[in-house]
């Protein structure tokens, strides 16, 4: 398939002439003011996620150049050849199959394999399920995962976000840190007769993942624990070695199946545990509604399309370096941390696919804080710095709480208030980036905190703000199973696009490897003293750390 790099095509040109000419000093206050529509016109429906992208930097001449740049990278035939099972990952001959791991059984390529698996692994996870809790040796209270990456951030986020329907006799715990600290923390908590592990590596031979692993077992063989096939089990393609450890309980999944893009696969198990087979499958179904949307929607309807296509515009031409991500809900704690590898493993690319050097930039900084306790930390700089740093918000319309008898009618009332409270915060935070304040506002105020002895004129100036600060919104109506797989499929999109105009592969991660190559070798060296052949840096910070 020979594709054009974005650099070389007509619109790509075009949209660096309409920056010049009108781009770099768009003024959403103004674009609101001519284009009453405007709301309407750039609020858009997907599956489960409504997005408003009224309040993001571009205009109609912006759209316009974008859509024609998407057509000449021809992006859909990049997008088509990703669902037929292409070798889209070409420096490792691979295939990008996570959408075939939420197709319905016979839709899709590979659906017999795909649902062996999952019917497999959901019948463990309702066994698990219903023996929750219970004091018979073997019945499990605590799950503990040992991964790293895409076998942790995953699981890891989705089963907070979905505390509402999990198992009320089960928790769950997470371990990916090769710093022995991690796994001792959890080890306090649990008891070897009541405790699961899910040791989750694709070739059973990550270095943090198994020495997490190692020490786990002994500390079960250690607090008398007894059958190790029933309290450790493996999500991982090598059957051999798992098995030599001891597990004889394993669901695998395929090298077409990225770390990033795993949740789907076997690496769910977690997920199933706590959430059952019903709404495991209701995840899927989401995530799959918006491939459907995806690879169906035309374009001037297509939220990924439009919203991979604003991060070029905004990262090539505009120059904003980062993006910032606000879920306006607790249980979205760890969303973030999970689109941080989604985007920045993906996209963080310096060469396209024949290995070109790039001359433009590509995946910007993801960074991110649940609303409110962001405001309280880092939207000083978002609304006064000097650095203009998008930001997303993610509200929810309806937080499901689970139905404990904890919760009286007058804690219900509260709790109903204070969720409205949190969704005014939302509003008015993206209100307050648009509209700024001016200095003849800040003049007509006296807050009670302001210094007395600075001039008026002084203290305004502090209290100004700029505004034009760039948002969008996100708003799902509740935080289910469906639409929480919705959402995470919307950000894995998003990234395919972006990175498909940048003419890259957004499914290696070379740049992992080097340094875990480096360790490799330094290991030992910490052990026996020997620097030879190292740099002056690296010998003299063995010699101080040993």
């Known amino acids: 398939m020979l594709i054009p790099r974005c650099d070389e095509t007509v619109a790509w040109g075009a949209l660096a002439g309409h920056y010049e000419a009108h781009g770099r000093d768009l003024d959403l206050r103004t674009l609101f003011a001519e284009h009453p529509d405007r709301v309407c016109s750039l609020t858009l429906q997907a599956p489960e996620v409504t997005v408003d992208m009224s309040r993001a930097h571009w205009d109609v001449a912006t759209r316009r150049?974008?859509?024609d740049l998407a057509r000449e990278c021809r992006l859909a035939e990049?997008?088509?050849?990703?669902?037929?099972?292409?070798?889209?990952?070409?420096?490792?001959?691979?295939?990008?199959?996570?959408?075939?791991l939420r197709a319905p059984r016979g839709k899709g390529i590979h659906s017999e394999l795909v649902h062996d698996v999952l019917g497999r692994m959901l019948a463990f996870a309702d066994a698990v399920r219903a023996r929750a809790g219970g004091d018979q040796p073997g019945d499990i209270h605590d799950v503990v995962n040992i991964g790293i990456g895409g076998s942790d951030l995953g699981p890891q986020m989705v089963i907070p976000a979905l505390d509402a329907f999990t198992h009320t006799k089960l928790r769950f715990h997470f371990v990916s840190n090769v710093d022995g600290s991690d796994l001792c923390e959890v080890l306090r908590k649990v008891k070897p007769q009541h405790?699961?592990?899910?040791?989750?590596?694709?070739?059973?031979?990550?270095?943090?993942?198994?020495?997490n692993a190692r020490l786990a077992r002994q500390w079960f063989l250690d607090q008398g624990g007894q059958h190790i096939e029933r309290h450790f089990v493996a999500t991982t393609t090598n059957v051999a070695l798992a098995d030599q450890f001891g597990i004889q309980t394993t669901f695998g999944f395929w090298d077409w199946v990225g770390g990033r893009f795993s949740l789907w696969s076997a690496i769910g198990l977690p997920v199933a545990v706590a959430l059952g087979s019903e709404h495991f499958r209701a995840l899927l179904a989401g995530a799959h509604a918006m491939d459907e949307h995806f690879f169906q929607a035309p374009p001037e309807q297509n939220v990924p399309l439009w919203l991979g296509l604003l991060d070029v515009w905004y990262r090539n031409f505009k120059g904003y370096t980062s993006r910032c991500v606000a879920p306006y809900a607790h249980n979205?704690?760890?969303?973030?941390?999970?689109?941080?590898?989604?985007?920045?493993?993906?996209?963080?690319?310096?060469?396209?696919?024949?290995?070109?050097?790039?001359?433009?930039?590509?995946?910007?900084?993801l960074w991110g804080e649940p609303g409110t306790n962001g405001q309280h930390a880092f939207f000083q700089m978002l609304h006064q710095g000097s650095d203009v740093i998008p930001l997303e918000f993610i509200l929810v319309k309806k937080l499901p709480r689970r139905e404990d008898g904890h919760v009286s009618q007058t804690m219900a009332e509260m709790l109903e208030t204070q969720h409205?409270?949190?969704?005014?915060?939302?509003?008015?935070?993206?209100?307050?980036?648009?509209?700024?304040?001016?200095?003849e506002q800040a003049l007509q105020e006296r807050?009670?905190?302001?210094?007395?002895?600075?001039?008026?004129?002084?203290?305004?100036?502090?209290?100004?703000?700029?505004?034009?600060?760039?948002s969008l919104t996100m708003v799902l109506e509740a935080l289910t199973p469906r639409s929480l797989g919705a959402l995470i499929a919307l950000y894995e999109h998003?990234?395919?696009?972006?990175?498909?105009?940048?003419?890259?592969?957004?499914?290696?991660?070379?740049?992992?490897?080097?340094?875990?190559?480096?360790?490799?070798?330094?290991?030992?060296?910490?052990?026996?003293?020997?620097?030879?052949?190292?740099?002056?840096?690296?010998?003299?910070?063995?010699?101080?750390?040993?």
């Open 65 to 67: 150049h974008l859509l």
């Open 78 to 100: 990049r997008r088509d050849a990703m669902l037929q099972g292409a070798l889209v990952n070409r420096t490792e001959d691979r295939a990008a199959l996570h959408t075939a």
């Open 195 to 211: 405790t699961l592990f899910v040791v989750a590596s694709k070739t059973f031979t990550t270095q943090e993942t198994m020495t």
């Open 332 to 365: 979205l704690r760890r969303l973030p941390a999970y689109l941080q590898q989604l985007v920045m493993e993906s996209n963080g690319k310096g060469v396209d696919q024949d290995g070109r050097v790039l001359s433009y930039a590509t995946a910007e900084v």
């Open 420 to 439: 409205r409270m949190l969704l005014a915060n939302g509003l008015a935070q993206a209100q307050a980036l648009m509209w700024g304040k001016t200095m």
């Open 447 to 470: 807050p009670p905190t302001a210094s007395k002895e600075l001039p008026p004129e002084v203290m305004a100036r502090h209290r100004t703000f700029s505004g034009n600060r760039p």
């Open 494 to 546: 998003r990234v395919l696009v972006s990175g498909a105009v940048w003419g890259i592969n957004s499914f290696d991660q070379w740049g992992v490897e080097l340094g875990k190559a480096m360790c490799n070798d330094l290991l030992p060296r910490l052990e026996s003293g020997d620097a030879s052949g190292l740099d002056a840096a690296t010998a003299a910070m063995i010699g101080r750390l040993r």
